[in-house]
Antibody, heavy 115, light 109 residues
Framework: QVQLQESGPGLVKPSETLSLTCTVS??????????WSWIRQAPGKGLEYIGY???????KYNPSLKSRVTISLDTSKKQFSLKLSSVTAADTAVYYC???????WGQGTLVTVSS | QAVVTQEPSLTVSPGGTVTLTCGSSTGAVTSGHYPFWFQQKPGQVPTTLIYDTSNKHSWTPARFSGSLVGGKAALTLSDAQSEDEAEYYC?????????FGGGTKLTVL
């Protein structure tokens, strides 16, 4: 059973970079068979796909966030990471990591953008 | 950028049947959009019900089914139960770019 756990600061200042890491347990990372996603949900709002990274390292991002997003993979640590630059209050959300398009999800972590 | 559309809200009676739909601003939804359906109950993490149009996970209740109907992806719930009251999201792939619909709030009443 694959398990995912998000970690990172719960508070980020406006204009700074949001950085989160997802640690994967109970499954392989980097085997070339899977991809790993970041999804977010603003308070009281719907789900928004941020992007994903293949085991190969190639990425795909939501066009609306593409200029500010970087997703990377560290297979040795079984982790993948999200960086979102130049954040504003509109980036306040619960951030989820997931395997594939959402076969398995982390519990989510609330990130608040505020000074 | 494409927009994925869903009914904002629907109501179904206990034991009844309801179909939620997922449309695309770019035209008909096809199997090439690899439609996914997620269920999210208040305060909980979303769970996948249907993947690639009509495939179920081991945890998907048999009363849920996915299909393509009238140019849209569809999620049909038969014999609705009170525990099915939730928000439902569809997800479509546009040449690898993944977009969610706005969600459908399903009330079982």
């Amino acid at each position: 059973q694959v398990q995912l756990q998000e970690s990172g600061p719960g508070l980020v200042k406006p204009s700074e970079t949001l950085s989160l890491t997802c640690t994967v347990s109970g499954g392989s990372v980097g085997s070339g068979r899977y991809y790993w996603s970041w999804i977010r949900q603003a308070p009281g709002k719907g789900l928004e796909y941020i992007g994903y990274i293949y085991d190969s390292g190639s990425t795909k991002y939501n066009p609306s966030l593409k200029s500010r997003v970087t997703i990377s993979l560290d297979t040795s640590k079984k982790q993948f990471s999200l960086k979102l630059s130049s954040v504003t209050a509109a980036d306040t959300a619960v951030y989820y990591c997931a395997k594939g398009k959402g076969d398995y999800w982390g519990q989510g972590t609330l990130v608040t953008v505020s000074s | 950028q494409a927009v994925v559309t869903q009914e904002p809200s629907l109501t179904v009676s206990p034991g009844g049947t309801v179909t939620l739909t997922c449309g695309s601003s770019t035209g008909a939804v096809t199997s090439g959009h690899y439609p996914f359906w997620f269920q999210q109950k208040p305060g909980q993490v979303p769970t996948t019900l249907i993947y690639d149009t009509s495939n179920k996970h081991s945890w998907t209740p048999a009363r849920f089914s996915g299909s393509l109907v009238g140019g849209k992806a569809a999620l049909t719930l038969s014999d609705a139960q009170s525990e099915d009251e939730a928000e439902y999201y569809c997800l479509l792939s546009y040449s690898g770019v993944l977009l969610f619909g706005g969600g459908t709030k399903l009330t079982v009443l």
